[in-house]
Every structure is written in structure tokens, then in C-alpha cells.
């Protein structure tokens, strides 16, 4: 990264700390994920991004206006058929995908960030939308008042469909084996902090799976931002820390997740001794 990308991408994340730093209903959640992919492409224009989006929810009014007796189900035409927003089957593990900023371009994305998008669309378009975050997916509910009363459908937007709980049962069933049965906490709706974090883990799993350890290591300290009592995390950024040869400071966010049980602990005690023997061999 140039001197000049460095300096871009501290901005975003300050921006984002300042956003983190908010109570959860006042988190703009469109806001803070486009600054999610600034900090990982310096270059991304924040701004325009935001204007693109308010211009499409323009867009989205006036299309489920035109068909106001069936809301969802416009909002669905409008996103899926004239947008042409499509889950990224091809390459689902392109970290691009967990960018905002890239899924609004593309038109493609996983399965969270379209649900951003949709959110977005359909909160200005005048619907209530809130996400859903299954195991191993993540959907939408969407609300709306028409004619025929109120409406509430949950809508799949990587498989461009609306989709019933029997539907969530079986994607659960092609997820796990049937070993995960669908349960009422699955379906409440995700805060804003828990679906920006889950964009973040999906960004962290893609770069440690490919050994890009700085980067991953940058999303964990994004996720703890949101959720300081997400514990789990400070094994995995010793870990990462670790593998960047910062063994001060892996020792330390091991020390710290060792603080509580842990049903790994003693293997974790075990990653604490290694990491202290590296570190004794460089003194």
C-alpha cells in the first residue's frame, strides 16, 4: 500500500471508529460497511458510493410505488430483475465480496452483503427491512402496509427469492448435513453491530485461509471495535500477530483470551509457549 493509500485508509477506519462508538439504531449501517472497503481499497470514494445508494432507493420508491398492493414483491423485481443483483456462486471466497463498494459496482455479491444492499433499498423505498442471520446465511425479513394489509416475507437475496422457514430449513439441511434444525433465535432480527461484524469475520476468514495475516489481523481489530466482548477474538488476532512475527503483542491477546475458560485453553496454552520461545530466540 502507497504512503498516500496509509493515510486514506487510518481516515476510514477513524471514521469508523467514530461509527462503532454510536448506539446500535444510530449506526448507519450502509455508512459503516462502505467504510469497511475503503480501509481495504483506499481508493474507494466513500461518497459516491453513499449517492449511489440514494439514488437507487430513489429509484426503488418509485418502482414499489407503482405497484403499491404487492410492496415486497416489487422491491424483489426491482432489486433482483432490473438491478440485476445475483449472489457470487463462481467466486464466493473473493474477499471483493465482502466490500460494499465492490458488490454495489458488480451487482454480485455473498449473501450478507446483498442483504445490505436490499436493506438499503428497501428502507427508502419506504419498507421495513431487518436482517436475518441464519447459520452459514444470512437473509432479510421485509415489512410493508398495502392494500391488502400488512405484509412480511423473508426474501433470500443471494438466491433472489422469497423464501419461507421451510426454506431456511432446508438451506440449513445443505449447509449441515441435517444436523442444525431451525430454531426461533435464527430468525430474530441481526443488530447493526452483529451484521458488521459478521461481514468483518467472513473478510477475516477469507484472508487468513489465503495467509494474508496483516489484513486479517487489521478486520479482527474491526470486529473487537464493535463487540469488546467478543473474547474469542483475542486468540485468533494472537494467532495472526503471532504469524507476523509481533510476539509481544501475541502473547498479550493470548494471555488476555486465557484470562476466561475456554474450552481450547490448553491448546491455546500450548500456541502461548511456542509463541514465547520465537520471542526468546529474538532477544
Known sequence: ???????????????????????????????A?????????PATDVEHYRARLFELGLAARAYV????????????EFVFRELAFVGNQENYYDPRNSLLSYVIDERRGIPITLSVVYMELGHRAGLEVEGVGLPGHFVVRAH???????????????NRRAIGEDDCQQLL??????????????????????????ILR?????????????RAASVVERVMLLDPEAH????????????????????????????????????????????????????
Open 232 to 283: 474469542d477474538e483475542h486468540r485468533d488476532l494472537g494467532v495472526l500477530l503471532a504469524q507476523l512475527g509481533r510476539y509481544e503483542e501475541a502473547v498479550t491477546q493470548l494471555q488476555t483470551y486465557l484470562s476466561r475458560p475456554a474450552p481450547d485453553a490448553e491448546q491455546v496454552r500450548e500456541q502461548l509457549k511456542k509463541v514465547r520461545l520465537q520471542q526468546a530466540m529474538l532477544n
Open 33 to 41: 460497511a462502505l467504510l469497511v472497503a475503503a480501509e481495504e481499497q
Open 1 to 31: 500500500m502507497t504512503p498516500a493509500g496509509k493515510i486514506r485508509a487510518a481516515e476510514a477506519r477513524r471514521a469508523f471508529v467514530q461509527l462503532a462508538a454510536q448506539p446500535d439504531a444510530s449506526i448507519d449501517l450502509a455508512h
Open 144 to 158: 410493508a402496509e398495502s392494500a391488502r394489509g400488512t405484509e412480511t416475507r423473508l426474501v433470500d437475496p443471494f
Open 65 to 76: 410505488a407503482a405497484r403499491a398492493w404487492e410492496p415486497v414483491e416489487a422491491l424483489n
Open 202 to 214: 467472513n473478510l477475516k476468514a477469507v484472508y487468513a485461509q489465503s495467509g494474508r495475516h496483516a
Open 173 to 198: 439441511d445443505g449447509l449441515y448435513g441435517g444436523q442444525v434444525a431451525l430454531a426461533s433465535e435464527h430468525l430474530r432480527a441481526a443488530t447493526n453491530r452483529e451484521i458488521l461484524a459478521r
